[in-house]
């Protein structure tokens, strides 16, 4: 084929480049008017489920509203009809009624009403038939006797109803019952008028038949056959009610609950949903909504974008077109000059490109240079290489010189020295390697190098090329025992007759590896565990900091561990630490770096892993831990850790940084009493200041617990009636290091967040059970009131801790009170009362705390097994000047008689105050009127404690 037909059959690189681009702009013309189709449809379809969502709130809205409406109307005529009925009699009463009927019905638009008797006799009914049937209407009068509340639903029959059974108290009981039933038309009418929507009640049913000469206009319900119902209200019918037939012949009433559908009719577009009626059965509201006009803009929106695309396409192809038409040309043009350099025409190459423009140069002219400049630098190469022949001649010579000088280094050096060849097989080997391998050259040359060496596969062979300047090998010496040898590779000259290839140079390092080796696990491992150390974690950390892929630190420590060295000894904290080191070490040695911080603090660093990864990771050592067993002199340790999680970069983007904050996170789920916690996005002394005080209460607390520096203090409570004090509340104070007393605000709500609290309570309680126990020294027994907190009344073990307390000190049960606050008691009612049940049984007592404060107490009270409540102080201040306070209190009193409880009231400060309790009949007072609290054993040993007598009251007391 000649040049000239080449020349035709090529397409030029200008319409390629155009086609290509062309082709590239229509798609992504095509592709944005596509996805912008889909973001206004999404937006659109968006838009129609939130004004689905509101419609459906607007209906839960109207009918809460029309509940409520009724439930007030219930609860007038309840109270009306037992008035009239005490007053009139039944006959009188029901004729009054039933002339007040008629505007009841037209201002409330109620339906139908009834007023029964509890028993389930009506005292009369007016209006229609009521759609609650007899079994519904008496589980109706159940439900509202049972409760003594009102009910309300909704009912669906033939259509849908509304009604409440509201009670009316007469005599101190339930006298009679209103039950009323209202239609829904009115809150379709008033959800259609407030969304514009067109809002139509579905109701299941036998489909009625519509008598022929009524076909026109069925003027009751609509029957929806499709659906098996009938539609009984439909706003603007005329419009909605085809629209309905048509989308029952085309979708399943129940998927219109899921999503609503879309309805095509007569080149408009309607949306039409379902709501069910909230407590009906089988009724439904039905929604339809005109969406014609958003349909619409959404095709014309997309139209105008690939009108404007296409547009774009055509002028951008123009433009470049014209830009690569000039370049082309000069391009061709050189490309037809430069087989001339493979000719050696160096002269015919440079009048084809000639001298190109000095002003306005561009990377054509730039390509043109190098053109010319490659043609230069090939001249110059030619005249070179002549000279460079003379040159290797005379480098050959040297090496020839020196590789006499290698040879007779061979065998003089105290080292291994090799050659190998370009395969890889040993070419020479001096006497000393013989030595130490074994074996004579003549066995050793032709064996690969590697094989021999490096303990390597003898049917395979490394290349001489490919090994690296230095690398290490073991191989078993002629003693046995391995020689690690340290090998420096260097490559000689190929004369490329298959000799030598490289020269290898051996150093025994065997002595020097091992103690390397055991100096490098000293530096990045725990010597007790085995783990890595908090050095070797650090250096992992900074690694994945420099890697910038992320990932996270868990820090964690035993929260009980100080309690199995104090108990059991060091020793068996490190076999618990040993322990501990290879369990979590089975678990996470594949998914990070585990390693001992310190004492009993551990880290795990993940590399890659997220927040929800993080947190798995504490679950599953939290769960690995619980699951562990230690067991030591017939002492069972619970093993249980506190965890922070940081997260990087997140949390830090230093290693100091890092391991700071996640110390701080364990604190804080130390202090929350979590098992782990991962730490949010704060910072500031503020914060740490606040877990750096809980950590020093926590110790504190520790540290008071095993020195015994928990100090209890009694609070007197009076008898009002008779001035006498045989009863105290112990309160507990805790002495520091100095001797300073601290008050139970500064260390309890620390206690309570790190789990001490149990410890501090059952400290108190062996402490009251020693005072109630020792009798002897007092002229009368007393009675003390210690208080539980929550963690410590849900511990299971609690009750048997009790009665072996109670067992060693001999103190008789009686004379205990524990006092739980309300809160705790109501939180966990079922549990909270097997306990007290339990303590009772042992012949204990309960007092309810703070009483009042939550206002749930009441329907409690009777269930619950406590023979005193504590009013709660907040009630008591100001008593005497507070009609308010007072009216609570004397409730409160009455409600406590009523129940058969006796009542301590708190906070009591003044004379006149306690005079007012007196006279409401509150049977004990307890506050600085009373008496300060005191050291225990100074206030147990008052020789007076008839502080105010007054007659005796013949009322249950406590001794």
């Known amino acids: 084929m000649s040049d000239t037909s080449r020349q035709t059959a090529q397409v030029s690189l200008t319409w390629r480049a155009l086609t ?83 505007s009841i019905e037209l ?53 849908c109803r509304q009604y409440v059974a509201a009670p009316a108290l007469g005599g101190g009981e339930i006298a009679a019952i209103v039950i009323l039933e209202r239609g829904l038309a009115d809150i379709a009418t008033d959800v259609a008028q407030i969304s514009g929507a067109n809002v139509g009640l579905f109701v299941e049913g036998e489909v009625p038949e519509v008598p022929p000469e009524m076909a026109d206009g069925w003027p009751i319900a609509r029957p929806v056959p499709a659906w098996g119902g009938q539609m009984p209200i439909l706003t603007r019918a005329e419009e909605s009610f085809p629209l309905l037939m048509e989308a029952s012949a085309r979708a399943q009433r129940e998927a219109l609950r899921e999503e609503p559908m879309r309805l095509r009719v007569d080149g408009r577009t309607y949306s039409i949903g379902a709501v069910p009626v909230p407590g009906g059965t089988g009724g439904e509201f039905i929604l339809v909504r005109d969406v014609t006009a958003g349909v619409r803009a959404i095709g ?70 190098a053109a010319l400049d490659l043609a230069a630098q090939l001249e110059h190469l030619e005249g070179e290489v002549g000279r460079h022949a003379d040159q290797l001649e005379t480098q050959m010579a040297a090496l020839r010189r020196e590789k006499d000088f290698a040879s007779r280094l061979l ?95 051996g150093l025994d390092v065997t002595a020097r590896k091992g103690a390397e080796q055991h100096l490098g696990w000293l530096a990045s491992h725990d010597t007790l565990t085995g783990l890595y150390n908090r050095r070797q974690l650090q250096a992992g950390l900074e690694a994945a900091l420099a890697r910038d892929e992320g990932g996270a630190v868990i820090h964690f420590d035993l929260d009980s561990f100080r309690d199995v060295n104090d108990s059991s000894g060091h020793h068996a904290g490190d076999e618990l630490l040993r322990l501990i080191a290879s369990t979590l070490e089975r678990e996470f040695s594949e998914r990070g770096v585990l390693a001992r911080m310190g004492g009993d603090e551990f880290a795990l660093l993940v590399e890659g892993a997220d927040e929800s990864q993080a947190v798995d990771c504490a679950e599953r050592i939290t769960r690995t831990l619980d699951e562990l067993v230690f067991v030591d002199q017939g002492r069972r340790h619970r093993i249980q850790a506190s965890i922070g999680i940081v997260c990087f970069p997140r949390h830090g983007e230093t290693c100091q940084e890092l391991l700071a904050n996640a110390d701080l996170a364990m604190y804080r789920a130390k202090e929350a009493g979590k098992s782990w916690h991962v730490l949010l996005d704060e910072s500031g002394s503020e914060a740490k200041a606040a877990v750096r005080q ?41 002495r520091d290091q100095t001797g300073v007393l601290h008050p139970p605000s500064s260390f309890i709500p620390v206690a309570e967040r790190s789990g001490q609290i149990s410890q501090i309570d059952l ?60 809160t705790v008691a109501v939180t966990d009612f079922a549990a909270t009362r097997r306990v007290m049940e339990a303590v009772s049984a042992l012949g204990c007592q309960f007092a309810l705390d703070d009483f009042g404060v939550g206002f749930s107490s009441f329907h409690y009270l009777a269930q619950l097994p406590a023979a005193l409540i504590k009013i709660d102080g907040s009630f008591i201040r100001g008593l005497a000047a507070s009609r308010e306070r007072q009216a609570i209190v004397s409730a409160i009193s009455a409600i406590a008689q009523g129940f ?33 609290p005191l050291p225990i054993a100074e206030a147990l040993s008052m020789d007076e404690l008839s502080l105010r007598r007054r007659p005796p009251r013949p009322r249950n007391a406590l001794p």
């Not at 889909?38 to 459906?56: D, G, N, W």
């Not at 547009?311 to 430069?338: E, S």
């Not at 520096?709 to 104070?733: C, K, N, T």
């Open 900 to 932: 058969d409880k006796r009542t301590v009231a708190e906070f009591v400060e003044t004379e006149a105050d306690a005079a007012v309790l007196r006279a409401m009949g509150i049977d004990y007072a307890q506050g600085d009127f009373v008496g300060k």
């Open 300 to 369: 014309a929106d997309t139209r105008a974008l690939l009108y404007a695309t296409i547009g774009g396409w055509a002028v951008a192809a123009l433009i470049l077109l014209a830009i690569l038409w000039g370049p082309m040309a000069r391009i061709r043009r050189l490309a037809d000059a430069l087989p001339a350099l493979a000719l050696g025409e160096y002269t015919k190459l440079r009048r084809a490109v000639g001298p190109g423009s000095e002003r306005l140069r561009d990377e054509i002219d730039v390509l043109d240079g």
């Open 20 to 102: 290509l681009t062309s082709l590239v702009l229509l798609a992504l013309a095509i592709v944005i008017s596509m996805l912008g189709n889909a973001s206004m449809t999404a937006r659109f379809e968006a838009h129609q489920e939130e004004l689905f969502e509101r419609k459906t709130r607007e209906i839960d809205l109207a009918l809460g509203q029309s509940s409520a409406e009724l439930l007030n109307l219930a609860s007038v005529l309840g109270i009306a009809a037992v008035e009239v009925r005490g007053l009139l009699g039944g006959s009188e009463g029901y004729r009054l009624l039933q002339a007040e009927w008629l």
């Open 694 to 734: 809980r950590v020093y209460w926590s110790d504190a607390l520790r540290e008071a617990l095993r020195e015994d520096r928990l100090e209890l203090h009694a609070q007197p409570i009076m008898h009002l009636e008779s001035g006498r004090i045989g009863h105290f509340e112990v309160l507990v104070r805790l």
């Open 107 to 159: 201002s409330a638009g109620v339906d139908t009403m009834q007023v029964l008797l509890p028993s389930g006799l009506p005292l009369g009914r007016w209006g229609p038939e009521p759609l609650i049937g007899r079994d519904a209407e008496g589980a109706l009068l159940a439900e509202v006797l049972g409760g003594e509340r009102p009910a309300s639903g909704i009912v669906c029959a033939a259509t």
């Open 411 to 505: 065998d003089t050096a105290r080292v291994v020295i090799l050659t190998q060849e370009a395969n890889g097989r040993i070419a020479r080997i001096n006497h000393f390697g013989e030595t130490l391998v074994g074996e004579p050259a003549e066995s050793l040359v032709g064996r690969s190098f590697s094989s021999v060496f490096l303990g390597g596969d003898p049917a395979a062979s490394r290349k001489a090329a490919d090994a690296p300047a230095m690398e290490e090998g073991v191989f078993g010496a002629i003693d046995g025992g391995p020689v690690t040898i340290a090998w420096y590779h260097a490559n000689l000259h190929d004369s490329g007759d298959g000799g030598a290839a490289v020269v290898s140079v």
């Open 763 to 822: 400290h108190v309680l062996a402490a009251a059970l020693r005072e109630i126990g020792d009798e002897g020294r007092r002229s009368a027994p007393v009675s003390l009131a210690v208080n539980l907190s929550a963690q410590t009344l849900r511990d299971d073990d609690f009750v048997a801790e009790l009665a072996e307390r109670l067992r060693e000190s001999g103190a008789d049960p009686a004379r205990l009170t524990l006092e739980i606050t309300e």
